[in-house]
């Protein structure tokens, strides 16, 4: 089996049974904010694109990057669709032409022509990409690859049924906002990105420790910044809060617990996967010089990518956009439809929109008990959003249904809170359609009702198995210390004597001191 790299996510599968290229993303996304690092654009597309099998994981546009597929991907491949609750990915694929689909079922092996064997896995919380996320395992001539990239299973148990796996490609580096954008002291942001990235970092062994595969393969990560205003994003200012860590700070990371069997997939990369052993070649002659070198790389890079992003900066002002009746008219029929996003918020969210220079010209409430859209007065809230105006206008003109994977991702906006992190506020705008939203509140109403009966011992605590968030055995991810238990999929914490959540406003854990 022999896999080529085409950059964060990206890579080319080929077997004696055919190719199959996953999640190519080569144009800036999130509003020109991220770009893949290294600069993939020069690879031979032509060649690359013309692949038997597409996978695209999810829609995230970091994954799903629609001018490419249009313009390189051969609309002759068969898309190997992720069952998911809704068909926004395969409308969007079908819109730019592929024709040919296989509807895969989660976790159920599928055997294509030639002995080509792949299964899918699908995640489907709302919290999950937007509405789903997966991973494609892949078995051909007794050489099996795992191709995880942002997925977070609650466990791999599926995978290793399958048999040993011997390349596993994960996900290490950071992928939100946070803390960065949140209008803190910079020590604390410094602090809490430090957090952040061991946590990253600490769940990306555990999954590695799981599988147990014979190979190792950072992936989908980091993006690289750019644009001027983002520029302190990228990890290049010896930052410890840093979230955004490249393939080489892994490899120091994973050294420390003991890991000797990582390789790095940099664009044009190849990796030849054997069940004996696994032989990967580079592009670049030194692979330690060119992580040296990496500000030099991207300050080049930026040079090059400058008109790009002045261009995209044109296209989002629409002043004939009334934001106030457009967030009205988009966001007030889904209030009144809402049960459990709408009462999970529980207050007031506002956004401060600005020119771009910073300054506010408007001011706009969405009150969640209230089910309406106000203009702002002096209104307490405990969540509120900065960004410009004409990002909004942008999101309004396109009738963009999911502002996490838009504006918030693009780290182009500030955020501040009172008390703890609201997963609901920002699943309620990931879910700015009809179709979302009622997904999304029956899946909080058949989590939020269900029972997890299942008690496990840790520490000396007597736990339910299923974390409350989003179902983590924690058998695998719960790690106790005092008297709080820690998810580490997530870093949600629990107090134990009280069961209450530490990170977020409701998820009660079942909780008492073990005989």
């Not at 990239?149 to 011997?166: C, E, M, S």
Request: hydrophobic content about 35%; charged content about 25%.
């Amino acid at each position: 089996m022999k896999v080529t790299g085409t950059g964060h996510a990206g890579m080319k599968i080929t077997t004696g049974a055919g190719s199959i290229l996953c999640d190519p993303w080569v144009n800036p996304a999130y509003f020109a904010s991220w770009f893949p690092f290294p600069d993939n654009s020069q690879l031979d597309w032509e060649k690359l694109g013309d692949t038997d099998y597409l996978y695209v994981s999810h829609l995230h546009r970091d994954h799903f990057d629609a001018a490419h597929l249009t313009r390189f991907v051969s609309k002759k491949a068969t898309v190997l669709l992720p069952e998911y609750p809704t068909s926004e990915l395969e409308d969007e694929l079908r819109a730019l032409g592929f024709s040919s689909f296989l509807k895969t079922v989660t976790n159920e092996v599928v055997e294509l022509d030639g002995g080509l064997k792949i299964m899918i896995q699908a995640l489907t919380s709302p919290t999950d990409g937007p509405i789903g996320d997966s991973s494609l395992w892949v078995e051909y001539d007794g050489v099996r690859l795992l191709n995880q990239n942002d997925a977070r299973p609650t466990d791999l148990q599926r995978f290793t049924d399958l048999g040993h796996v011997h390349a596993h490609m994960i996900q290490f580096s950071g992928a939100i906002w946070y803390p960065m954008v949140y209008e803190l002291p910079q020590s604390a942001k410094t602090a809490f990105g430090k957090q952040k990235r061991e946590r990253q970092f600490d769940r990306t062994f555990r999954y590695i420790d799981d599988l147990k595969a014979s190979q190792v393969f950072p992936i989908a990560g980091p993006p690289c910044f750019l644009d001027d205003s983002l520029w302190h994003l990228n990890d290049i200012f010896g930052d410890e809060g840093n979230i955004f860590p490249d393939q080489h700070e892994f490899l120091i990371e994973y050294a420390k617990v003991g890991g000797v069997n990582a390789h790095v997939l940099l664009p044009g990369s190849v990796s030849k996967v054997t069940a004996a052993d696994c032989e990967t070649s580079h592009l670049v002659d030194d692979l330690d010089d060119f992580f040296a070198n990496k500000e030099s790389h991207l300050k080049e890079y930026r040079e090059r990518q400058r008109p790009v992003i002045e261009a995209a900066k044109l296209t989002w002002e629409h002043p004939e956009i009334d934001v106030l009746a457009g967030m009205k008219e988009r966001i007030e029929p889904l209030l009144e439809e809402s049960l459990y996003l709408a009462e999970g918020v529980g207050g007031p969210v506002r956004f401060d929109l600005t020119d771009p220079d910073d300054v506010v010209i408007e001011s706009i409430l969405v009150d969640f008990p209230g089910k309406r859209v106000v203009p702002a007065a002096d209104e307490k809230v405990r969540y509120r959003f900065r960004t410009e105006r004409r990002l909004v206008e942008h999101l309004l003109f396109t009738g963009e249904v999911d502002w996490a994977n838009s504006l918030f991702l693009s780290c182009r906006f500030s955020a501040a809170r009172i008390g703890q992190y609201n997963e609901f506020v920002y699943a309620f705008f990931k879910c700015l359609s009809e179709e979302r939203l009622q997904y999304a509140e029956g899946w909080y109403d058949e989590h939020e009702n269900s029972t997890d009966a299942e008690d496990i011992t840790l520490d000396g605590w007597q736990v339910q198995r299923r974390c409350p968030h989003l179902k983590a055995d924690l058998t695998r991810f719960g790690d106790v210390e005092g008297d709080t238990l820690t998810c580490l999929l997530h870093g949600w914490k629990f107090d134990l004597p009280s069961g209450r959540c530490l990170t977020s406003a409701g998820h009660h854990l079942r909780a008492s001191r073990a005989e």
